[in-house]
């Protein structure tokens, strides 16, 4: 993720407009990620920290933005510094002095300065705010320089007093998306949406679910998005009953379905995106009419979107159209109002219809429950979110034989516009005839 698709200028705007909401005279400090062991002295690949990216762009690890709000706003970034033993090895690093002109801060030092000149910018702050709890080891760093300050009264120092979490100012920023940030979103839907349909035409009796994923992450790939978003889930029959299943590693049945869960990360920003289909490219009649009853509860939820509704009212729309289809199919039996009333669809749908998505998949930004977990915030141009009804009926379920270990998920992404929603899920397969089009077309 070396080569942000948002301009420089839009992180400066970000951080300036995280500046005007900080008190008089305080100080923010904002770590980057750390690298994570895989095994021994082998890494994971390196994911940074969202919110330490939405304010910086920047991409090495071990990082920290801060930010002085005084009389005037000062910027500066802690980075590694360059190293050619180590740059010879673990690959190359902007460097201190570049980093100050390529990500426009007022000044860089390197991390071998931090202990000396960290206590400094929070000297004399009345405020501090960071993101307690989030890094141990951040943690024991700033306890550190407060320290420092505290028992150097004598020499005229002082600590913040105040403490403040950091994360809602960012995560109320976050939730809204710029133009730019919308137009990378739309793109990582597209490479998304071709990785799924690339996933219905290779997939046969007998493919392993792996060799599925290896198919999503070649397309994500080869059009320019390195990794997945998040582990996908490539679920062949029952797998798919379980939620956030990413073994994927059984084989693939003839006459089962397979739930895909899978979203390419472009930029740093998320697609999540679920299709299910047959293996063998043809839905049965059991499978067609629990699919459609999903599919119609999906499309009634995104048709409440707009400016000022908000997920309860996209929900109630879901579960209206899931318990209705339930007892038309016989899996629910009762008076229909009174099964509404009863959310007995739950018993089969058994997660929220979706969440905000950004910079991370499951992205920041209140929900304002009430008491009920209803989601009351109301929806405003420019928030994403995943809109994603599911019915998951596992093998023991109470039911006939025929409805029993289906699993299907059907899932887009949304933005709210002035007037009303913008699917940027666009070219992933929904509809059962577009489906068995798109898996007869094999392999091409
Ligand atoms: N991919 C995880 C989710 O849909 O929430
Ligand atoms: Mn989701
Ligand atoms: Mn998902």
Redesign the pocket.
Known sequence: MKHTRIDISEFIERREKLMAQMPENSVALIPANKEVTRSRDTEFLFCQDKDFYYLTGFHEPDALLVLVKTFECETILFCRDKDPLQEVWHGRRVGAEKAQQDFKVDHAYTLDELEQVLPMYINGRDAILFAQGLQEEFDRLVFACLDVLRNGAKQGFSAPTTTIDIRPMISEMRLIKSDAEIAVMREANIISGNAHSRAMRFTEHGTFEYQVEAEILHEFAFNGARAAA?GS?IGGGENATIL?YTDNDEVLIDEELLLI?A?AELSGYAA?I?RTFPVNGKFSEEQAALYQVVLDAQIAAIETIKPGSNFSLANIAAEKVLTEGLLKLGILSGDIDTLIEQRACKKYFIHGLG?WLGLD??DVGDYQMDENKQQLRSFEPGMVM?I?PGLYIDGEADVEHKWQGLGIRI?DNILVTADGYENLTVNAPKTISDIEAMMANKKN
């Open positions: 998040y889930i956030h869960d979203g999540d679920t969440h998949v499951h995943t994603e899932e």
